[in-house]
Structure formats: C-alpha cells, structure tokens
C-alpha cells in the first residue's frame, strides 16, 4: 500500500510538470509569434487601414450645391450689371490687339471652357479645337488648360458647404482669391488677351480708356454703378464682369437632386459609383459640394510637349489646385495642363501613381502629396466611378449669347 501511494504520489508530481512544460513552451511561443516580422507586418497593416478609413471618413464628405450664391458686400448683383457683365465677356475690345474676349477660350457652347489642352489667344482664329495661330506668329500658347466658369461662384467651398466670396481661390495656382480680381488677370497676360502692343501696366488704363469713348458703354456703366462720378474704371470693370460670371451656376444636376431626396434621381451603378468613389480615396481630395478641396496638390502629370519648359505650379513646388469634378463633359482635355484627353486616362494615371510610378521627369515619388498612399484604385473601379461621373453633370445653364456688343467687333473675338 505504502509502495502503491508512493508511486501515485510520483506520477501526480510528473503530470504537474508536463503541464508547467506545456503553459511555458505555449507563452514562448505566443511571445515569439507576436514579436515575429509577420505579426508585426499584420499589426502595421492593420493601423495604416485604420488611419485610412478614419481620413476618408474625415474628408469624403459631400452635398447638393446650394440655391443661392453668395456676393461680396461692395458687389451687390444688379440686372444691369450683370447685363454689363456679359458684354464685356463677349467683347474682344478688352484685349491689347482687338482680337481675343473672355468668351474665346470660355464659350457656352463648351461648357464655358474650351476643347483645347492648351489655349490660343491672342493672334488666333479659330473656335475651339480648331483654333489656330495666325501667320506669322510669336505668341505662346497659354500655359495651362482652360478651367471652366461654371460654378465658380461656389469656388474656396468647404465640406460644410461655407465659403468667402471675397477670398474664394481662382486659377489652378489660386494666384487670385476672388472673381473680381480673376477677371481681370486674364487681361493683364501677355498670351492670353494682352499681346504685345501693351506692357502690363499700360494694358488696364488702355482698356477703360477705349470703354470711355464707347456712348453705349458711358450709358451702361452709368446704369450699373449710379450717382459714381467715374463709372468706368477697373475696379467697376471686375464687379460688371464677376456679378455675370456668379450667374453661371449648375445646382440641379442629377446628383443634386439625388442628395436632395430623389433617391430614383441616379442609377443604382451610379450609387455603387459613388461609394467605390469614396471607398478608393478619391473623396479625399475631390470632397464637399463642389468635389474640391482648393488646395494643392503634388501629383506629377505628365508634360505637355507645346510647353518648352516646366510648369512648376505653386511655389515652384509642381503643385496645382484640385479641379472640380461637376460637368466633366463639357471640360475635356483634364488635368492643369490638359495632358490626359479622356476620364479614363486620368483614372489609370492616378491607378500608376498610388502604385509608386513616377510620370514627371521632375517629380519623385517621395514628392507625391500623402494623400496619394490612400488612394486604392483599381481597374474594376473605374467603370463604376465613370458611371458616377455623369450625374455630376448639368446642361442646364446660361448659354446667351449677345448678337452684338458695343464696340462693334466680332462677338466672342476672332472665332472664325
């Protein structure tokens, strides 16, 4: 019995330590599997994911663009003045030579853009793609492709549908911070309306001067701007043509309406469109009401061969504005220098770049703005985010043109 016991007594110690031996051998490799490359690999995966979904969730926010449009306080919209407005953007007698108006490169009839990658302006014929320079020629093409007015009096809204009239960012370097001063930069660039009759600091006193000798236009300014000793002046000039330009607004395209409450407003590959849209990181940039942030960005598009040297955008850093992705129909060729002729490309160019491939002999991918790492775009999703596109779409806007303005010249400058 004594024996018996004695031996249970062993085989009960023996179990014992088989069991530590075993909790042990299981915490070392619990610990090691935790520490190994590839548990930590998972671990990093899984917090970049986290900080990914918790961006988009910050920044892919949108709404139906507002009813209303908001108008600096020394610019109130009058019917007279924006009457004014529109002459003055068909009239090419705001251009150094005669021969180019705001509505050259902006027409109605393409969207208030241009089917150009690059615009001709002074010393041109021609309307639209077939425009062409004269000859002889020693102007350059404008540098930069032709964003389209529509809506840009929603310019510098943010994702909760706020924005500042009066420092509302213009132009794909956002150089000018309203539609007032815009409108006349146009004027002032010696390719794009100004020519070479005039320095730029002649160019502006030149133009009010030639407004001044014009009866009907003395009689529409005095109209726009009451009981003002000198109604023509520059300033008024900028007022009369921004009060027009706030007038061309889209804010009942489909996607609107969609966002409105009409959920049969888009179709369900539309709708799948726009959650592939956000799901891929597009919504980080292309956000709030008018699909921009208005902020720059380095991507680093391809060049444009017309341009003999680099366009290095804001601060010399290659970066340019987000666009607004409303009414793409009407504003092909994309990108800052009008380099990509279809949605397609721009899709797959922003595919090869979220996959580290450099497309600018200039720009590193280390230079890449960090939203880039977000952005997860694949083949299969770009049919539904084209799809998507389209609601984003609108024809209905102003596309009045005047059957003559004041100065007698060609409406709408040289478009034949």
């Not at 042990?24 to 990093?44: I, N």
């Not at 027409?107 to 990658?117: I, Q, V």
């Not at 213009?170 to 390719?191: C, I």
């Not at 369900?268 to 980080?284: D, H, I, P, T």
Request: charged residues 25%; glycine residues 6%; aromatic residues 10%.
């Amino acid at each position: 019995m004594f024996m018996l016991g004695f031996l249970c007594l062993l085989s009960d110690k023996s179990m014992i330590a088989q069991t530590w031996f075993l909790i042990v051998c299981f915490a070392f490799t619990t610990l090691f599997y935790q520490c190994s490359p590839k548990k930590e690999t998972e671990v990093k995966s899984a917090n970049e994911n986290s900080s990914r979904e918790a961006t988009i969730h910050k920044l892919s926010i949108h709404h139906a663009l507002p009813n209303d449009v908001k108008v600096p306080a020394d610019n109130p919209r009058t019917p007279e003045k924006i009457e004014l407005g529109r002459l003055l953007f068909y009239d090419p007698v705001l251009s150094g030579n005669k021969d180019v108006a705001c509505a050259t490169c902006h027409h109605p009839s393409n969207g208030y853009a241009e089917y150009r990658d690059l615009s001709i302006g002074v010393n041109g014929r021609g309307f639209g793609s077939s425009r062409e320079f004269n000859k002889p020629n020693d102007i350059p093409f404008v540098k930069r492709n032709a964003q389209t007015i529509l809506n840009s009096a929603f310019n510098g809204m943010d994702i909760y549908n706020d924005y500042d009239p009066e420092n509302a960012p213009m132009f794909w370097d956002v150089r000018s911070k309203s539609l007032e001063s815009q409108s006349l930069e146009p004027l002032l660039a010696m390719e794009e309306m100004r020519g070479k009759r005039f320095t730029k600091e002649e160019i502006l006193a030149e133009v009010t001067r030639r407004l001044k000798n014009i009866p009907e236009y003395v009689s529409l300014f005095e109209e726009a701007f009451i009981n003002e000793q000198e109604p023509i002046n520059t300033e008024n000039l900028a007022k009369a043509m921004a009060a027009f330009e706030r007038t061309l607004i889209t804010n009942n395209s489909r996607f609107d309406q969609y966002l409105k409450g009409d959920s049969e407003a888009i179709s369900l590959s539309e709708k799948e469109g726009f959650k592939v849209f956000n799901e891929a990181g597009c919504g980080n940039c292309h956000n709030g009401a008018m699909f921009s942030d208005f902020k720059p960005h380095v991507l680093g598009v391809p060049t444009n061969p017309k341009l003999s040297t680099f366009d290095k955008g804001i601060g010399e850093e290659y970066g340019f504005r987000t666009a607004s992705l409303r009414n793409l129909r009407f504003t092909a060729p994309y990108m800052h220098n009008g380099q990509f002729n279809t949605l397609k490309e721009v899709l797959e160019f922003y595919e090869d770049i979220a996959g580290g491939k450099e497309k600018h002999p200039e720009v590193k991918k280390d230079q890449y703005d960090p939203l880039i790492n977000d952005l997860r775009l694949l083949v299969k999703d770009m049919g539904p985010i084209l799809s998507f596109l389209n609601s984003l779409n609108d024809e209905d806007f102003d596309k009045k043109v005047p059957h003559r303005v004041p100065s007698g010249l060609p409406v709408g400058g040289n478009l034949k």
